[in-house]
């Protein structure tokens, strides 16, 4: 799959950013660790407008996955999922894949 970088906006740490400051530290944990946790998630187009495939599901699994690690999301469940669904909107995207990353 190419990537794909028409999306504008990113949401990071609880705000839109411009895609070009969606940036992390070079001594981030992760970046040595690979201390992370992540889900791949599809937004459909369809005859009613646009769908997030199994979005609720998808964002339980992303927090159960964050806790086995011990890994503390400072968001709701359902804030993660609206942030989602602005990101798609704030893109004016249709369809398209995302991936919410939760790293230290």
Known sequence: ??????ASKIWMNGKMVDWEDATIHSLSHVVHYGTSVFEGIRAYENEKG?????????????????????MNIPYTEEQVCDAIIEVLKVNDLKSGYIRPIVFR
């Open 1 to 6: 799959m190419a990537w794909d970088d028409t």
């Open 50 to 70: 646009s769908c997030v495939f199994r979005l609720e599901e998808h964002v339980k699994r992303l927090f159960d996955s964050a806790k086995i690690y011990k």
